[in-house]
């Protein structure tokens, strides 16, 4: 037992419950219903779940020792994924990352459901996910095993780096483990934190503003349901940021210029409106923009933070931020943690629940920024399943945000590369192959090439706005001529409000399956 553990753990009775993650290993069984915590690879089990792996590799138990996963969204992929190689996962929900994790799904071994993350929380407490269990407990999770930076003198839990859906985990968990993470600094007091009620009379969120705090900094505990506690000191497992290239950066000036239109126009003020930002590359880009932008006060109601908002920070130009997670690289990490005392005091890190809430969302009227796979010509968007089967990470929190944001965008290179053609994959379509956001649901889409403002317009205005600012030079010939003749034929026939040629509307799609590119040479 360390000091650093015992200065943690500030209730001394719970010490007796010390343990190794190998000891741990007796109470798990297969079929159980697990919770974790952690969201976007931070703040997750690193213990347990590598130990559990290691006793299923040992003993050739591949497949004979499988769990139901319930976590808020993604872990490391030491864990999750490295179960899903050794066929540990039966389900999982509702969001995840990681090429096992995926084969596993995309071949029929994983059944997943993803989830609008708002949802995920309140339906694991409504008994839904849990309706059709076997064994245990009724409607309950098994085993909760979260990380901690700390656990108070009335035995609360600090949570670190990420909130997610831990409390609603924890809430309904029977048993639950809890990893104590020595590396990090305690994050007491950098929490804002709430347990559901249940309908008709759930309270709402009153939250005015991005600094506003409504609960508690700890998550209470029946201490009487923790069979053990376990000390960690290993890092997220996070990756390096990726290169911002000149796609990411020219998509970011769009929208610098964008927003900068709506505040000359009186639509937003000048500090704009709080800003909601995907992860990835673009992502990082356009919080880069912002950081060097002319925007200043800028406050930020978002799911997570990456390395370029501790930019935005440093630059003066960002006020506050709200997430529900911190993952920064881990360059961007040691710069957060030895810059404690200056970040600290200007974030607050809430449940997915709350950071998600589509009722809070409208009310401040957030800016929501999010990458597609693609987009089609009527301003319909396809964030999860690429030429509409294959399953990527899931839908994650853009819906919650896309659907209730008083600015909808959704950004995207104009065209990927494929095995044979560097300009093989189009992100403006006929047809989405399948479709998350509907054409009611967004309001700007952006590429290198322009942004098309979609306000107002009615379906085959919206096609040919999105044609002329967002297609390709070498696609927008083939995407004219789908949409002029699509349009001739429907409008001719009666039929041509938002006009489409159903035997050749997934044409690109075949294409790209069959020649390596979505480049047709005719739509004949």
């Excluded at 992860?279 to 060097?292: C, D, E, F, K, S």
């Excluded at 053609?421 to 967004?442: A, M």
């Amino acid at each position: 037992m360390s000091s650093a553990l015992l200065s943690r753990v500030r209730r001394p009775s719970l010490l007796r419950k010390l343990t190794t993650a190998e000891e741990a290993i007796k109470h798990f069984k297969d079929g159980m219903y697990l919770g974790w915590s952690g969201f976007t690879g931070v703040g997750y089990p690193k213990e347990v779940p590598v130990a559990l792996a290691n006793y299923v590799e040992k003993n050739n138990l591949q497949g004979k020792l499988r769990f139901n996963l319930f976590i808020g969204a993604s872990t490391g992929a030491e864990t999750e994924d490295r179960w899903a190689s050794l066929d540990m996962i039966a389900r999982r929900y509702p969001h995840q990352v990681g090429k096992n994790i995926q084969r596993g799904i995309n071949s029929g071994r994983i059944m997943f459901q993803d989830k609008h993350l708002s949802m995920f929380p309140q339906d694991l407490v409504y008994g839904f996910f849990t309706k059709d269990k076997k064994q245990g407990v009724p409607n309950k999770l098994d085993i909760a095993v979260v990380e901690a930076s700390a656990i108070t003198e009335d035995g609360c839990i600090v949570l670190g780096a990420s909130v997610g859906a831990t409390p609603e985990i924890l809430q309904m968990a029977d048993k639950i483990i809890i990893e104590v993470n020595t590396r990090l600094p305690s994050f007491d007091g950098l929490h804002d934190l709430e347990t559901m009620d249940m309908p008709p009379r759930r309270k709402p969120y009153l939250i005015m503003s991005v600094e506003d705090k409504i609960g508690r900094s700890a998550l209470p505990v029946d201490m009487d349901r923790v069979i053990a506690i376990i000390e960690t000191d290993k890092p997220d497992k996070t990756s390096p940021n990726e290169f911002v290239d000149t796609t990411c950066a020219k998509i970011s000036e769009h929208i610098m210029d964008f927003l900068s239109s709506e505040v000359k126009a009186g639509r937003i003020p000048s500090n704009l409106h709080p800003i909601q930002s995907g992860i990835g590359n673009i992502a990082n880009a356009v919080i880069g923009g912002l950081a060097n932008g002319p925007f200043q006060n800028v406050h930020v109601w978002t799911e997570v933070l990456q390395d370029t908002f501790l930019d935005f920070f440093d630059n003066g130009k960002l006020a506050f931020a709200s997430a529900t997670s911190v993952r920064f690289s881990p360059e961007g990490f040691d710069r957060f943690y030895k810059n404690w005392e200056t970040y600290h005091n200007k974030l607050i890190l809430r449940s997915q629940q709350v950071s998600n809430s589509p009722e809070i969302i409208r009310r401040l009227g957030v800016i929501a920024m999010n990458t597609p796979i693609e987009f089609d010509i009527y301003g319909h968007a396809n964030s999860t399943c690429a030429m509409g089967s294959r399953m990527l990470n899931g839908l994650g929190g853009s819906g919650d945000f896309l659907r209730n944001a008083k600015y909808s965008i959704m950004h995207a290179p104009s065209v990927r590369p494929t095995k044979n053609d560097p300009i093989g994959i189009s992100s403006v379509v006929p047809f989405c192959s399948h479709i998350d956001h509907t054409e009611h649901d967004l309001d700007v889409l952006v590429t290198e090439q322009g942004y098309a403002d979609l306000r107002g317009l009615a379906p085959r205005e919206r096609a040919q706005v999105i044609i002329d600012k967002c297609a390709h030079p070498d696609y927008k010939p083939i995407l004219q001529d789908y949409f002029d003749f699509s349009s001739k034929y429907c409008l001719a026939n009666g039929m041509g409000h938002e006009p489409h040629t159903l035997a050749k509307a997934f044409k690109m799609h075949i294409n790209l399956q069959e020649e390596g590119t979505m480049r047709i040479k005719s739509w004949n």
